[in-house]
Structure formats: C-alpha cells, structure tokens
C-alpha cells in the first residue's frame, strides 16, 4: 500500500510540476510577445525617421539643384542680353550713318 501511496504522490508532483511549467511558460510566451511588440514599434519608428530624412534630403538636393539652374539661366540670360545690346548698338552706329548720308 506504501508503494501506491508513493505512486500517486509522484503523480501527483509531476501533474504540479507539468502546471507550474505551463503557467511559467505562458508568462515566458506573454513576455516575449510584449518585447517582440516594443521592438517592432522601435523598428517601424527608426524606419519611419529614415523615410522622412531621405525624403528631406531629396528634396533639399532638388532645391539646390533647381537653384544652381536657375542661376545657370540667369547668367546665360544676362550674356544673352549682352550680346544682343552690343550687336544693337552696333546696328545704331550703321543705321545712324546711313541715315546722315541720306539726309545730307
């Protein structure tokens, strides 16, 4: 009779034992889904601030790249400009010769 009281104790431990391993591992699988859910919000945050400094990045090289053109312009503009009032000046002087030829 001692030896069926041993066995059923020994059931008894090992059902106690098989419990307390679910209970701590259900805590363990809780905290592990916590952690995991933390880092994917750090992930998806640190990715979220990567996107918006690219994209602020792209955008300050458009602008910058827009200014140099609009620069470029403006100086090919202004020898445009040059060339035409030296090419019209030269013109005058004709014009105003041939126009005193024909007066006098």
Do not use: C, P, Y
């Not at 990715?47 to 792209?58: F, G, I, S, V, W």
């Not at 609009?70 to 503009?77: G, K, L, T, Y």
């Amino acid at each position: 009779m001692a030896e069926i009281s041993d066995a059923i104790a020994m059931i008894k431990k090992a059902e106690s034992d098989a419990e307390q391993l679910i209970a701590d591992s259900e805590v363990k699988s809780k905290d592990l889904i916590a952690e995991s859910k933390v880092k994917a919000e750090e992930i998806i945050s640190m990715a979220k601030l990567q996107a918006e400094d690219e994209a602020n990045d792209t955008v300050f090289d458009a602008e910058d790249k827009a200014k140099k053109e609009a620069q470029s312009i403006a100086e090919q503009s202004k020898l445009d400009v040059k060339s035409i009032k030296d090419k019209s000046m030269a013109n005058v002087d004709e014009a105003a010769s041939i126009i005193v030829k024909n007066i006098l």
